[in-house]
């Protein structure tokens, strides 16, 4: 079976020294950049790895080279999602929200790169057990999903309009996040069938 030895880059801190969450000690937008950066070059670090020539790197270790740049990517991703929804800072908020698009950027890229595609592919997990021959499977099977096998000029169309779907995504989200209207109710019976303790909250 697999077994990923991905950990945190030494480098990778936010303000208390945590690596693996954003947002503790986060009190700025370049702190958040800075973290979330740090986890992109650290995908783009484990891809060039992968993609370097090396004779004695097993299949396995090839897997857990591509599984570490993945979860990179995702600790990236996920976390400034999470710091463009909650911060209570606006200036982090924004930092966030131009963050996750550069992550999705990152991992759409990834998704559509025919080194990597053909690197795993050429893999061989054939004495490998069940769990490892079926990652291996699935992951090649997401990056056909993802048109990687498609022309130039189709996998170029499929970055843009991925760009663009998260684009619109977040420009939504922000669009609900940021709207202060409200609803008055006058006659408390409207209110009837909602939870006894959201009713005190508002009673």
Do not use: C
């Given at each position: 079976?697999?077994?990923t030895?991905?950990?945190?880059?030494p480098?990778?801190?936010t303000?208390?020294?945590?690596p693996?969450?954003?947002?503790?000690?986060?009190?700025?937008?370049?702190?958040?950049?800075?973290w979330?950066?740090?986890?992109?070059?650290?995908?783009?670090?484990?891809?060039?790895?992968?993609?370097?020539?090396?004779?004695?790197?097993s299949?396995?270790?090839?897997?857990?080279?591509?599984?570490?740049?993945?979860w990179?990517?995702r600790m990236?991703?996920?976390?400034?999602?999470?710091?463009?929804?909650?911060?209570?800072?606006?200036?982090v908020?924004?930092?966030?929200?131009?963050?996750?698009?550069?992550?999705a950027?990152?991992?759409?890229?990834?998704?559509?790169?025919?080194?990597v595609?053909?690197?795993?592919?050429?893999?061989?997990v054939?004495?490998?057990?069940?769990?490892?021959r079926?990652?291996?499977?699935?992951?090649?099977?997401?990056?056909r999903?993802?048109?990687v096998?498609?022309?130039?000029?189709t996998?170029?169309?499929?970055?843009?309009?991925?760009?663009r779907?998260?684009?619109?995504?977040?420009?939504?989200?922000?669009?609900?996040?940021?709207?202060?209207?409200?609803?008055?109710?006058a006659?408390?019976?409207?209110?009837?069938?909602?939870?006894?303790?959201?009713?005190e909250?508002?009673?």
């Amino acid at each position: 079976m697999i077994e990923t030895t991905a950990q945190p880059e030494p480098s990778i801190t936010t303000q208390s020294g945590d690596p693996l969450h954003l947002w503790s000690g986060l009190n700025s937008a370049p702190q958040a950049q800075a973290w979330v950066e740090s986890h992109l070059q650290a995908s783009r670090d484990r891809i060039a790895d992968l993609l370097a020539p090396s004779a004695s790197r097993s299949a396995i270790e090839t897997l857990a080279l591509y599984d570490q740049a993945a979860w990179h990517l995702r600790m990236a991703g996920s976390q400034a999602h999470v710091m463009f929804m909650v911060h209570p800072a606006a200036d982090v908020r924004d930092s966030a929200q131009a963050l996750s698009q550069l992550v999705a950027a990152e991992g759409v890229k990834l998704s559509l790169n025919r080194d990597v595609f053909k690197a795993l592919e050429s893999l061989d997990v054939s004495n490998e057990d069940a769990a490892t021959r079926y990652y291996l499977e699935r992951t090649l099977l997401g990056y056909r999903l993802a048109g990687v096998d498609r022309d130039d000029a189709t996998r170029e169309k499929i970055r843009e309009l991925a760009d663009r779907s998260t684009e619109l995504g977040m420009r939504f989200a922000r669009t609900v996040q940021d709207d202060v209207r409200k609803i008055e109710v006058a006659d408390p019976n409207e209110l009837r069938g909602l939870p006894a303790d959201f009713l005190e909250r508002f009673g």
